[in-house]
């Protein structure tokens, strides 16, 4: 099955600062969807990503679905407190064959900023 | 609110018991999945249904029973309880291939 390679696991910021986090995999996605969970809370979807080489922004937050299909970053520019949690990035791969529709996660980024 | 919920947040029970986890959408979507996070919240796909249909079904211990009556309500019935079912246990939904809206998750501790 695909393995997702998110890095880095973890990160401990200023405030103020940009963040960068990755993931990559072994095979083809279609999608890389980016979600942030919350203690306590389930996933919140932060952006999708739908084409290859395709950039969406949502507010301080990039993200890019690699060219070769196999890698998406997620930049966060001017992190502040609330911006603490867990980052996970998530591919699927392209309709058709046994791994139609399954969402594979990476095994998260913990994101703690200093105020 | 449109949303994800699912019922009961938090559930505590002895080994052996069987227990079961709500999920409701009213987002209009046509797809649900059951998904488990374990104490590395390695989130990990269990079941998915569309339109009230099995599509995914991952190596899951028979002892885990989804049944979707309708396609906003998505249920999760456990037999059996052991120790390692531990884990949140989160329901979400999606329209067709789109990206997952989770709900506030199931936190099953098994004594």
């Known amino acids: 099955g695909q393995q997702l390679n998110q890095s880095p696991q973890s990160m401990f910021i200023q405030e103020g600062e940009d963040v960068s986090m990755n993931c990559t995999s072994s095979?083809?996605?279609?999608?890389w969807l980016w979600y942030k969970q919350d203690p306590g809370e389930g996933p919140v979807l932060l952006i999708a990503?739908?084409?290859?080489?395709e950039l969406t922004s949502n507010g301080r937050l990039t993200a890019q679905f690699g060219i070769t299909r196999k890698d998406s970053f997620l930049n966060i520019s001017a992190s502040i407190p609330s911006d603490v949690g867990i980052y996970f990035c998530?591919?699927?791969?392209?309709?058709?064959?046994?791994?139609?529709?399954?969402?594979?996660f990476g095994q998260g980024t913990i994101l703690t900023v200093h105020p | 609110d449109t949303a994800v919920s699912q019922t009961p947040k938090y559930l505590v029970t002895q080994m052996g018991n069987d227990k079961s986890i709500k999920c409701e959408q009213n987002?209009?979507?046509?797809?649900m999945y059951w998904y488990k996070q374990d104490s590395k919240k390695f989130l990990k796909i269990m079941f998915s249904?569309?339109?009230?249909?099995?599509?995914i079904n991952e190596t899951v211990p028979n002892r885990f029973s989804p049944k979707s009556p309708d396609k906003a309500h998505l249920n999760l019935h456990i037999n059996s309880l052991e120790l390692g079912d531990s884990a949140v246990y989160f329901c979400?939904?999606?329209?067709?291939?789109?990206?997952?809206?989770f709900g506030p998750g199931t936190r099953l501790l098994v004594l």
């Open positions: 979400a939904s999606s329209l067709g291939r789109t990206g997952r809206y």
């Open positions: 095979s083809i996605f279609n999608t």
């Open positions: 990503l739908y084409k290859a080489g």
């Open positions: 998530a591919g699927q791969p392209r309709a058709g064959g046994t791994s139609y529709g399954k969402l594979t």
């Open positions: 987002l209009g979507h046509d797809t």
């Open positions: 249904y569309n339109n009230k249909e099995l599509i």
